[in-house]
């Protein structure tokens, strides 16, 4: 509920701002918005619907690039040194902007200083799972199995840094398992090894798992979130199965260069808070286990500077490192 009256109450602001910023005139070209994850991911997805309700409503094209590598890094690096007019947009996560920083010694870009956030745009959850052939049936299983083949079993993740990754690790200390990592570009990039059973399991995307679950390729058994998901009732959370307080979500929003005018922030804002408040759209975040948010950019400044300690003092508890 508390997620659904941010969204309204983003609605309420968004139709009351000025009417300057609605008559600048930006955009009046192309406009990227840059995910730095795989197409079909989450993050992709989600830009993909915000690209064409923007280009609908601005009547200007509006594209969605797909720059990989080095845990989103490289596309966050790349809008942090883009011109700060608008043009050049980031779609970017807790990966890059609260965790990297804590992971990596140095960071070619600032997550604070080198950008302005527009919104947040929505939270999801992962999803441990494990192909068909794993002879487990529970996390529980899962773990005396680990226990009984030290170092044998693998787990694949989305990139150093990301949610998918540090679930894992998390999961890995607090059980006190020796499973091995294996890096992918992008949860969709690890599919067909995690189905073909070359990969012992993942913490992958909920929208990625589901379908996939529910036609018995792969076996779900909990999800990463603090509640259950509406998406996967039947799921239990890690919490409820030995873990408490278990929580690696990934979320992600929209950012600017920093430098770019307040107007067309406000506007990208508003537009942005428009279509996370339509109905079919909200119907469509559902559909993939997304709950959208819509915040004000200051409420997302803030969720940036909340997060980064939290989850330093989460990795240097669990001695998680670049490495592992």
């Given at each position: 509920m508390m997620r659904l009256a941010h969204v309204f109450a983003a609605l309420l602001v968004a139709l009351a701002a000025p009417a300057a910023s609605a008559q600048s005139t930006y955009p009046n070209r192309l406009v990227k918005i840059l995910v730095g994850f795989t197409p079909g991911t989450s993050p992709d997805l989600a830009a993909r619907i915000l690209a064409d309700r923007f280009a609908e409503a601005w009547g200007t094209p509006v594209v969605v690039e797909n720059v990989l590598g080095a845990g989103s890094n490289i596309a966050t690096d790349r809008a942090a040194k883009a011109a700060a007019d608008g043009y050049t947009l980031l779609m970017g996560g807790n990966s890059a902007l609260v965790i990297n920083p804590s992971l990596y010694e140095t960071l070619p870009f600032d997550p604070v200083k080198d950008f302005a956030p527009i919104s947040q745009v929505f939270i999801a959850a992962n999803v441990l799972a494990v192909p068909p052939d794993v002879p487990v049936k529970s996390v529980a299983e899962l773990v005396a199995l680990a226990e009984a083949q030290p170092g044998k079993l693998s787990y694949a993740h989305s990139g150093v840094g990301t949610s998918q990754h540090l679930a894992a690790e998390l999961f890995k200390y607090r059980a006190h398992l020796d499973i091995v990592p294996v890096a992918y570009r992008g949860t969709t990039a690890l599919l067909p090894d995690l189905l073909a059973g070359r990969i012992t399991m993942s913490f992958?995307?909920?929208?990625?798992?589901?379908?996939?679950?529910?036609?018995?390729?792969?076996?779900?058994?909990?999800?990463?979130?603090?509640?259950?998901?509406?998406?996967?009732?039947?799921?239990?959370?890690?919490?409820?199965?030995?873990?408490?307080?278990?929580?690696?979500?990934?979320?992600?929003?929209?950012?600017?260069?920093?430098?770019?005018?307040?107007?067309?922030?406000?506007?990208?804002?508003?537009?942005?808070?428009?279509?996370?408040?339509?109905?079919?759209?909200?119907?469509?975040?559902?559909?993939?286990?997304?709950?959208?948010?819509?915040?004000?950019?200051?409420?997302?400044?803030?969720?940036?500077?909340?997060?980064?300690?939290?989850?330093?003092?989460?990795?240097?508890?669990?001695g998680i490192k670049l490495g592992n």
């Amino acid at each position: 509920m508390m997620r659904l009256a941010h969204v309204f109450a983003a609605l309420l602001v968004a139709l009351a701002a000025p009417a300057a910023s609605a008559q600048s005139t930006y955009p009046n070209r192309l406009v990227k918005i840059l995910v730095g994850f795989t197409p079909g991911t989450s993050p992709d997805l989600a830009a993909r619907i915000l690209a064409d309700r923007f280009a609908e409503a601005w009547g200007t094209p509006v594209v969605v690039e797909n720059v990989l590598g080095a845990g989103s890094n490289i596309a966050t690096d790349r809008a942090a040194k883009a011109a700060a007019d608008g043009y050049t947009l980031l779609m970017g996560g807790n990966s890059a902007l609260v965790i990297n920083p804590s992971l990596y010694e140095t960071l070619p870009f600032d997550p604070v200083k080198d950008f302005a956030p527009i919104s947040q745009v929505f939270i999801a959850a992962n999803v441990l799972a494990v192909p068909p052939d794993v002879p487990v049936k529970s996390v529980a299983e899962l773990v005396a199995l680990a226990e009984a083949q030290p170092g044998k079993l693998s787990y694949a993740h989305s990139g150093v840094g990301t949610s998918q990754h540090l679930a894992a690790e998390l999961f890995k200390y607090r059980a006190h398992l020796d499973i091995v990592p294996v890096a992918y570009r992008g949860t969709t990039a690890l599919l067909p090894d995690l189905l073909a059973g070359r990969i012992t399991m993942s913490f992958a995307n909920i929208s990625n798992v589901i379908p996939l679950a529910r036609e018995g390729k792969l076996r779900a058994l909990a999800i990463t979130s603090i509640k259950r998901s509406a998406l996967a009732p039947d799921l239990p959370t890690m919490a409820e199965v030995g873990f408490p307080g278990f929580e690696a979500v990934p979320w992600f929003g929209l950012l600017a260069p920093s430098g770019t005018p307040k107007d067309i922030i406000d506007k990208l804002y508003g537009e942005t808070a428009r279509t996370l408040a339509m109905p079919e759209i909200r119907k469509k975040f559902d559909e993939l286990g997304l709950e959208p948010i819509g915040n004000t950019p200051a409420e997302f400044a803030g969720v940036i500077k909340k997060e980064t300690p939290e989850w330093a003092k989460v990795i240097k508890d669990a001695g998680i490192k670049l490495g592992n």
